[in-house]
């Protein structure tokens, strides 16, 4: 590390936003440090997207080869080598990680900074920030520092060994029987995964449908996709007690009609992500963070404190690796460009369940009770010929349109490769184009993306 360094800009943590940052302001001719205390490439590369879209990967396959006689393929036995899977995911990560590295080597500018970054307070030389034995200056500041897993206060939870969405990749026993506390995307991506590992899998969710943001309609039948395939559900559900067992875990659940406990081999704590702000030192300097540890921060991504910047998961709002990189866009934009970018923007996102679900824009719940005028048109996958060609004729797509402009308000593909089809209601929408620009166009048949025009047409 350069101790007592001094730089015109300290990126705090090496994520999704804060490596193309460094790179960018360094590029324009700013004196650029970047802190990472683990791993560069944060929670994406290293235990979030991409492994997990990597192991997701590995559940598929076994899928289709169970499946094989649908094709009319004799495959006789499937046989899972978990620790081959995740082998397989975590050679990923070291290969990403790595020529991330390799980035930094010996590059003066930006500069890499091990260890974990506290702020001290600012004198005039600027703002102080503890590295490990050593400190730097800098003039302004970026915090990027992203999230950790929210484990809930649940009695018994802490002397329980559970996996969690940061630890997964290295626990390569198979669990017999998982129990997943928290329905959100990270529950239900991995309650599909390990079901298909062989695992048998319930969920356990608080409230009253999984992917709580979502319209009823399209949580119930994502549900139903993932019940077809032996995953369980408890809904309305709270877990009060966890107990270890001599093999195993016992869970006191409550719900609407009473307790009930449940026995599993293993835990998977999926109730949220926490902000990683409750040890940065942003109280010496006066930057505002809410009781949850969001940092507040203006459209511009400027918190309260002159200099001091912020971007990626702890700003608040969608937290995905997409937006965090889009942070770095606007950053550069205000930082050395012409401040015209800021977080007005539309920003899709996706749950890589199989199928998938592509979302953008408003739910029918947002539209409705913003008082807009809509229209809604519902499109069966299994019209669809490319998707019976491929066996992945499950889903739907829900689209939700202005009624007097045209212009797709929200949009919902719940699809094989869903996460890929809805862009081209995110273009329309970034185009402000109304739905019959799609309608009039020509799709290529057979295609999944057909499908998508098929909605729209729906419209008239
Ligand atoms: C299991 C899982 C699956 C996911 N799947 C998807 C997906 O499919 N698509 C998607 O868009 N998003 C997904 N996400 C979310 C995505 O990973 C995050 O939104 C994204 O990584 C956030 O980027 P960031 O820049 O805010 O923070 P991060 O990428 O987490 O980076 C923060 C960095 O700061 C470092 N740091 C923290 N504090 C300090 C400190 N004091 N000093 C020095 N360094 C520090 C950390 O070590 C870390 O490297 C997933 C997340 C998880 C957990």
Redesign the pocket.
């Known amino acids: 590390m350069a101790r007592n360094a001094k730089y015109d800009v300290l990126v705090?943590?090496?994520?999704?936003?804060?490596i193309p940052l460094a790179y960018g302001l360094a590029n324009a001719g700013r004196r650029m440090g970047l802190?990472?205390?683990?791993?560069?490439?944060?929670?994406?590369?290293?235990?979030?997207?991409i492994p997990?879209?990597a192991a997701i990967a590995s559940g598929r396959v076994a899928h289709l080869a169970r499946r094989g006689a649908e094709f009319g393929l004799k495959i006789s036995t499937v046989e899972v080598d978990f620790p081959a899977v995740l082998k397989r995911a975590k050679d990923i990560v070291i290969d990403l990680r790595r020529s991330l590295e390799q980035g930094f080597e010996n590059s003066e500018n930006p500069c890499l900074l091990r260890?974990?970054?506290?702020v001290e307070g600012r004198d005039e030389n600027g703002f102080r920030v503890r590295m490990g034995h050593g400190a730097v200056t800098a003039g302004e500041i970026v915090i990027?520092?992203?999230?950790r897993s929210l484990i809930p206060a649940i009695e018994g939870l802490d002397g329980i060994d559970f996996i969690d969405?940061?630890n997964?990749i290295e626990r390569t026993e198979l669990p017999e029987r998982l129990a997943i506390i928290g329905g959100g995307?990270?529950g239900l991506?991995m309650s599909q995964l390990y079901r298909r590992m062989g695992s048998a899998v319930t969920v356990i969710e608080e409230s009253d449908q999984i992917t709580g943001h979502e319209d009823k309609d399209i949580a119930e039948d994502l549900k139903r996709l993932l019940e077809a395939e032996a995953v369980e559900f408890c809904l309305n559900t709270q877990v009060r007690r966890a107990d270890r067992k001599e093999k195993g875990i016992r869970l006191t659940l409550e719900g609407s009609d009473g307790t009930a406990d449940i026995e599993a081999s293993h835990l998977f704590v999926a109730a949220g992500?926490k902000p990683?702000t409750d040890?940065?030192g942003l109280e010496t300097i006066g930057v505002k963070v809410s009781s949850k540890g969001i940092v507040e921060a203006n459209k511009r991504l400027a918190t309260n404190v002159e200099g001091v910047w912020v971007?990626?998961?702890?700003r608040g709002g969608p937290?995905?690796?997409?937006?965090?990189w889009d942070d770095y866009r606007i950053l550069m934009s205000q930082m050395v460009g012409d401040g015209s970018r800021t977080t007005d923007r539309i920003v899709p996102?996706?749950i890589?369940t199989d199928p998938e679900l592509g979302r953008v824009g408003m739910t029918e719940r947002e539209a409705r009770a913003a008082g807009k005028q809509i229209k809604i048109a519902r499109f069966e996958m299994r019209k669809n010929g490319k998707a019976r060609d491929l066996g992945d004729s499950e889903g739907f797509i829900k689209v939700i349109i202005d009624a007097e402009t045209g212009c797709i308000l929200g949009a919902t593909v719940l699809a094989t490769e869903a996460a890929e089809l809805v862009h081209l209601y995110v273009e329309l929408m970034n185009a402000e184009a109304p739905y019959t620009v799609m309608r009039d166009a020509i799709h290529i048949h057979p295609t999944l993306a057909e499908a998508l025009q098929s909605a729209v047409s729906l419209f008239g």
């Open positions: 705090i943590g090496g994520g999704q936003a804060g802190a990472e205390r683990k791993h560069l490439g944060g929670s994406c590369v290293n235990f979030g997207c997990t879209k260890g974990h970054a506290r990027d520092t992203g999230t969405a940061e997964w995307y990270i991506e992500r990683n040890d940065l971007a990626g998961d702890i937290m995905f690796t997409h937006t965090s996102y996706a890589f």
